[in-house]
């Protein structure tokens, strides 16, 4: 099987977990050098603060890179193109593919499709042209059902990268970086700049400024700090490297797991990056992470009382954070990497079977019966 999937260049080299996944099952992996480079003269110019400029730079851009990328895949006439939510490729490049390389497509979707602050090429115009859809949140499946009632959807839910999410020996934390990083309470995260889902994440951790809470991420938090001041002291600075990412995992009491309020049902790889390095943490409930794990192995909450009765109850109990992590490191170490990722992928691309139309088995399902089914997908 040959399989084209499109440059990503999200942050934390997340493509990499993808093509480094289909080369370990002995699939024929191929991508293009990178995604389109924007023209620095009108940056310079500052003309991207207009709008109208902005945009014709980015329909221009868009044609080009689709023109690229469609002449690869003729080149290459793979057997399955992947593409992950709209990766810079518009509607009209998607049907191109598919009509003429006579290719599978087959698309991962991270984010909700009709999200209007979210996508550059018309993408919800994407749809239809699909053979498969993976979605991460079966609250999205209804609607894509309508506009691509040709395609498959099945449920997918990411997974970590072992050799970049793993456990610190704590014996190895100086001083000085467990100053830094060490805490009773920690979050990291984008604020998502002037996006009002970037408001979700302040309000909450602002109810958590009493503890000894620390921040850091990127997307201007600086932002925040006008509608939540109080969030100012807590916050540390930028993203931190993975590096640093491992040892703040193992040297805060707790670690905040909060994802993207646009996700209703499904959740996102940190879960699962958290769990990698035996960190401890408190997630922000999703329906399906109760499928997945049991609360011998994951802590949620679903409303702020909650939250800090948990906070104040763990903060005292080391041994019980410690028994937890344990349990929940061996689960996703043996079960939920982006290698058993992929396996889960490519099967389903053969063999069209997978965990399908998960919204209306959540609706008419035994919820005892689907919870074995879903943990042992």
């Known amino acids: 099987m040959k399989v084209f999937m499109p440059h990503i260049s999200w942050e934390g080299g997340y493509g990499r977990y993808f093509s480094e996944a289909f080369k370990r099952n002995g699939i024929e992996y191929f991508t293009n050098k990178g995604r389109f480079h924007r023209n620095p003269l009108i940056r310079l110019l500052g003309l991207r603060d207009v709008g109208k400029v902005r945009k014709a730079e980015m329909r221009y851009y868009v044609k080009k890179y689709g023109e690229s990328v469609f002449r690869q895949c003729k080149s290459v006439k793979p057997d399955v193109v992947m593409i992950n939510n709209e990766s810079s490729i518009s509607p009209e490049y998607v049907k191109k593919i ?23 090429c018309n993408f919800p115009h994407s749809l239809k042209h699909f053979d498969i859809i993976f979605s991460a949140d079966p609250t999205w499946n209804n609607n894509i059902r309508k506009v691509a009632p040709e395609a498959k959807i099945f449920w997918h839910f990411g997974g970590y990268d072992p050799e970049r999410f793993f456990p610190t020996d704590k014996t190895m934390i100086t001083e000085e970086e467990l100053f830094k990083l060490g805490c009773d309470l920690a979050f990291t995260g984008s604020s998502y700049a002037e996006k009002a889902e970037g408001a979700y994440r302040a309000d ?52 905040l797991n909060l994802p993207a309020p646009q996700i209703s049902f499904g959740f996102q790889p940190r879960v699962f990056e958290i769990a990698g390095c035996k960190g401890f943490q408190i997630a922000d409930n999703r329906l399906l992470l109760k499928y997945l794990f049991s609360e011998e192995e994951l802590i949620v909450f679903d409303t702020i009382g909650e939250l800090k009765d948990k906070v104040d109850y763990y903060l005292g109990h080391e041994t019980e954070r410690r028994i937890i992590a344990e349990r929940l490191y061996n689960r996703v170490k043996s079960q939920y990497t982006w290698n058993h990722w992929a396996e889960r992928i490519i099967s389903t691309i053969k063999t069209g079977s997978g965990i399908e139309d998960l919204d209306l088995l959540l609706m008419r399902g035994d919820q005892a019966e689907l919870k074995e089914h879903l943990r042992n997908a």
């Open 204 to 255: 909450l951790l602002s109810y958590l400024t009493m503890y000894d809470l620390k921040v850091w991420g990127g997307d201007n938090w600086e932002y925040r700090f006008q509608f939540n001041p109080e969030l100012r002291r807590c916050f540390q600075g930028p993203r931190l490297s993975f590096e640093r990412l491992r040892i703040l995992y193992g040297a805060t009491k707790i670690f």
């Open 98 to 120: 598919k009509d003429e390389c006579k290719s599978m497509m087959v698309l991962t979707l991270g984010d909700a499709p009709w999200d209007s602050i979210r996508w550059n």
